[in-house]
């Protein structure tokens, strides 16, 4: 199976990194994606796909929460590390708006995230998007944007049936995680509607950790919980939810 999405690069990990690569590993996960932050996490990240080239690949962005007044700079980090000859990002992430904590710096993620996402179309690369109470906002920009169809995935979903299917009919994919798994019946109407061929298995780690590990630090070796959830709701084998989640992340990143 694949992680999607996690942050093991987190200091969160310091004290156990190589066991929490090991556990997850040692259930079928052998193969974790890594997504940029910002520039204060750019070594950690590049270090530990590094120290295990065969379990990791990396996707490089600015995310919206550090999007502040010296964007510019964060951005020019960005662009020359994805077009550096020598990279080997398999995306561009993870990058988007949220309007969640702070909405001082909306027109500045607006440009960040415009910028990015012709970056990505100009390397032929897919996006990973974090959206946060900004799907009318995130919908608007990418209708102005007027590329037609997308390549990527919406991290760690969170809207309606309705915004999953608009996402579907746009080409992108649907990151499902820990919050499948809690008492949340939108989440799960959303999995029951979409083509399982849609959806992308991922952990966010070290957040957001699925039921029974629910307020505890989440790992990518939780990912079959998460899988298992998707079998439930879908009335299909854990064995389908991964080969088919598995195909399509290996076929979006090219992994």
């Avoid at 204060?40 to 379990?55: D, F, G, I, M, V």
């Avoid at 906002?137 to 608009?166: I, N, P």
Wanted: include cysteine; charged fraction near 20%.
């Amino acid at each position: 199976m694949v992680d999607t999405h996690c942050h093991l690069y987190d200091e969160a990990f310091d004290t156990d990194r190589d066991d929490a690569v090991k556990r997850a590993v040692a259930v079928g996960v052998d193969m974790m994606l890594l997504p940029g932050i910002d520039s204060k996490s750019h070594a950690q990240q590049e270090s530990l796909a590094t120290q295990y080239p065969q379990y990791f690949r990396q996707m490089m962005g600015l995310h919206p929460t550090s999007v502040d007044d010296n964007f510019e700079s964060e951005l020019s980090i960005v662009e020359q590390k994805l077009f550096d000859p020598a990279s080997r990002y398999v995306g561009v992430g993870e990058i988007g708006l949220d309007l969640y904590w702070d909405k001082t710096y909306l027109e500045q993620q607006r440009e960040v995230l415009k910028r990015q996402m012709h970056w990505a179309r100009e390397l032929d690369l897919p996006v990973c998007l974090h959206v946060r109470k900004a799907y009318n906002e995130l919908f608007g920009l990418l209708r102005d944007l007027g590329f037609g169809t997308y390549r990527g995935v919406m991290h760690c979903f969170g809207g309606s049936v309705q915004e999953a299917h608009k996402a579907v009919e746009m080409g992108f994919h649907l990151g499902i995680g820990g919050v499948v798994t809690f008492k949340n019946a939108t989440m799960a109407e959303v999995v029951a509607a979409v083509p399982l061929q849609s959806l992308l298995l991922e952990t966010d780690a070290p957040y957001l950790a699925p039921v029974p590990y629910r307020g505890k630090r989440n790992e990518s070796s939780y990912i079959p919980v998460i899988a298992e959830k998707v079998a439930q709701i879908k009335g299909i084998t854990l064995d389908e939810v991964a080969a088919v989640t598995t195909a399509s992340a290996q076929h979006l990143f090219g992994l």
